[in-house]
Each structure stands twice: as C-alpha cells, then as structure tokens.
C-alpha cells in the first residue's frame, strides 16, 4: 500500500492505485471475510453482519415497532408510512393560479398526501414577517394556521405543500395531527385523486371586508377565497 506522507490519505487528494495491489487487498480482505475470527479461549467468533445489512435491519425494526406503536391512532399510522413511503407528486404551472401541485400516481381516498412543513412562529412574529413580506414584494404569503398560538410559515422555508391552490371544490382537506406531542398539518384526500390532477384543498380564509377573488373554477365556485 501506499505511504502516507502526510499520515492521512484523504489529505493528499485523488490518486490511482495500481490494480496488483487492488488485486491484492481484494484478494486479502476476501479471505479474512471466510476464515471466522477466534477469540483468547480458541472459539469461533460468528461472524458479523454486514454494515449495510444491519442499517436496513435496524431501518425495518424501528418501522415495525412505530407501526405497532401506532396501531391505536390511525393518524399516526399514516403519518408514519408518510415519512416511509412519500406520495410521487410534482409542482408546475396550474390554471387556477400560478404554481400548483400535481399527483404523479393514483391516490386513493382518505390517504395523507403531503405534510406542510416550514418555521413554527408565534402570532406577533406572523404579524411582522407579513410586513415585511409586503415591503420585500412577495406577492404570496404561505402562512397555515395550527391553533391560537401557533403559525407554520412556509414562505422562505417549506416544501411542496405551499404550492397547494385553494378550490371550493376540493379533492383534499387539512387536517392538524399530534405526533410525538408536536402538532402537525396534514393534506388528506377527500377522494380518488388520478395521475396528473391537481391537488387542492379549501383554504378557509376568515371572512373579511376587503374580498380576495376565487379563480379556481369550480361549479359551487363563492367567487372569493375570504
């Protein structure tokens, strides 16, 4: 092998090895792998499992015992194989309005879609970044709700959730779980979602005098999202 001048090989950059001494170590280290080690009393030492091997033993326990701790609460069983097994969806442009998110594969009913995720803030913190979100010329504020205290915002740190459009006739619903006892907001699926559709939900703005207008063209449409 090698001498490392330095005493560290990740040091001195890239260089080749020749393919003797690759034919070597393989050559070496495959018979160490066959020969079981002994220990001080003269007994063989099984052998251990392979580092790969055991991640995905290791991956596959801690999902059957959050599967079987979840087993009362159905939420949390979802919310688990969310994390396991996340739905094929993409974001582009939507004829309702700007950007919007699509389902690249069939969606069954009541199936959770996507978590929303961004910065848990408080309401005076809301109140403030809204500002200055109008002064810096961000058209759109993607702040959810969680309870009185409690705002995600998604503006400048979220995921594909944000993208969501409104719908008065919508194939999903938010929902708000407790996991691990941190509240979370979930998409649902109302119905059968198919490939290529868009995903939207029903924004429930709070009614307020200055009126924001609906152009997700459904038939039951209210003509304003507020």
């Known amino acids: 092998m090698r001498d490392h001048m330095t005493g560290c090989a990740r040091s001195e950059g890239y260089y080749k090895i020749d393919k003797k001494d690759k034919v070597k170590y393989l050559q070496s280290s495959r018979v160490q792998s066959e020969e079981p080690p002994v220990d001080t ?13 055991r991640a995905g033993s290791e991956r596959r326990s801690e999902q059957r015992r959050l599967l079987s701790s979840f087993a009362c609460d159905s939420d949390l069983l979802k919310f688990n194989q969310l994390k396991f097994r996340k739905k094929k969806i993409r974001f582009c442009k939507s004829h309702i309005h700007d950007w919007g998110l699509f389902a690249m594969e069939p969606i069954a009913a009541d199936e959770m879609v996507i978590e929303y995720v961004g910065q848990n803030i408080r309401q005076v913190i809301a ?17 959810f709700r969680v309870d009185h205290d409690t705002i995600i915002d998604a503006t400048k740190c979220g995921n594909f959730a944000r993208f969501i459009n409104h719908s008065c ?24 979602i ?33």
């Open 169 to 192: 006739n919508p194939n999903c619903y938010a929902k708000v779980i407790t996991v691990e006892s941190q509240k979370k907001i979930v998409i649902y699926s109302r119905q059968p």
């Open 194 to 226: 198919n490939v290529n559709e868009e995903i939207t939900y029903d924004y429930k703005f709070p009614i307020e005098d200055e009126k924001i207008p609906c152009l997700c063209g459904a038939e039951n449409c209210r003509g304003t999202l507020n």
């Open 127 to 143: 109140d403030m970044r809204e500002k200055r979100y109008e002064e810096e010329g961000i058209g759109s504020s993607y702040m």
């Open 41 to 53: 009393q003269g007994m063989s030492i099984p052998a251990q499992v392979h580092a790969s091997t």
